[in-house]
């Protein structure tokens, strides 16, 4: 399967604290995508990492890529209620095809 | 910007019925779209791709002739679940990207999905 693996598979913080989520993949990628989903919702696009970046920022987010481990974190800074929500990542490879990790579910506790 | 509108989000029928969900791109056209299936507290399955005006790329497992696509137009594609049963039951899920059709490193934008249930 071309499918990612991301680990914790659940995360829960207290509010304030960082949120940190890491995938791995097996393929070579052209890029690495971040998406949270709400329950029984669609997936809302975060951020997108080129194979040729290392370091990425958004707001509280910041996603590093390493491509020699076939990996990537996600890291959420500051955390709110607001943010609890299952986390995947998306691997872009060449074609034109996307495979999703097995997800993080990430719980804020205020 | 980049909304994507499917319809209709929930389904509830009886089993043996025909099913056809509709992904729209409402702001932008949509080269491509692709069709996920996800299981409860589970990732994201892909099914298959389509590109505009191409057959579907369905993956590996996936029934072409249980899973119709078509992607006729920039802004459009369905999903018609054929003959449904109790193990097509699902949260199924749309996704849009502009861009060249080939490769692109545009997000994909989804769909706030269908729950399909059948008796």
């Known amino acids: 399967s071309q499918q990612g693996e991301e680990d914790p598979q659940a995360l829960s913080i207290q509010e304030g604290e960082n949120a940190t989520m890491n995938c791995s993949y097996k393929t070579s990628i052209n890029n690495l995508q971040w998406y949270r989903q709400n329950s029984g919702r669609g997936l809302v696009h975060l951020i997108l990492?080129?194979?040729?970046?290392r370091e990425k920022h958004s707001g509280r987010l910041r996603v590093t890529l390493d491509t020699s481990k076939k990996s990537s974190s996600l890291l959420i800074t500051a955390s709110r209620a607001a943010d609890t929500a299952s986390y995947f990542c998306a691997t872009g490879i060449t074609g034109n095809q996307f495979y999703f990790g097995t997800g993080t579910s990430l719980t804020v506790i205020p | 910007g980049a909304v994507v509108s499917q319809h209709p989000s929930w389904v509830i029928c009886k089993s043996g019925t025909s099913v056809k969900i509709e992904c729209r791109s409402l702001?932008?056209?949509?080269?491509?779209m692709f069709w996920y299936r996800q299981f409860p507290k589970q990732s994201l399955m892909l099914m298959a791709t389509s590109n505009e005006g191409s057959k579907a790329t369905y993956e590996q497992g996936v029934e072409k002739d249980k899973f119709l696509i078509n992607h006729a137009s920039l802004t459009l594609s369905t999903l018609t679940v054929t003959s449904a049963h109790p193990e097509d039951s699902s949260f199924y899920i749309c996704?849009?990207?502009?861009?060249?059709?080939?490769?692109?490193?545009?997000?994909?934008?989804f769909g706030d999905g269908t729950r399909l249930s059948i008796l």
């Open positions: 996704s849009a990207r502009g861009g060249t059709a080939i490769y692109s490193n545009q997000p994909q934008h």
């Open positions: 702001d932008f056209q949509a080269t491509t």
């Open positions: 990492i080129r194979s040729n970046e």
